[in-house]
């Protein structure tokens, strides 16, 4: 992936959380879809969001310099948790990439601040916390 890339031709951000292995009601895995008009998170709830605010997500993509690499060697952990980012344009999707946090060592296929996307996106979801109980 050629990190030029321009994300303002971007229509869809796809943020995944992949929490440690435990059962519910302490698994915290979500997913939020961001367009130009909603925030979807995976418990099928949909937040109405401005161009302003979807704008703001493309902003934070580009500083968080994303691009991706090829897998590594596996990790010998187990238990950790997992991001994930996918950027569409239209149907296409452009970039996709995790990382993976285990043991205090971060394994990935995703290059840049997954921090600065992971706030931008998580942000628009003002119950997000209550969600994850």
Known sequence: MDRAIVWKDATRIVYKFGDSSVPPPYHRSFVISVTGENATVVVEESYPITQKQFNLVLKA???ADMST????ESPDCTGGTTETVSVYINAERVLHGWVYHCGGESFCTLLGDVNTIAEAVCDLIPDLAHLRE
């Open 61 to 63: 993509l580009t500083a």
């Open 69 to 72: 690499v090829q897998e590594g």
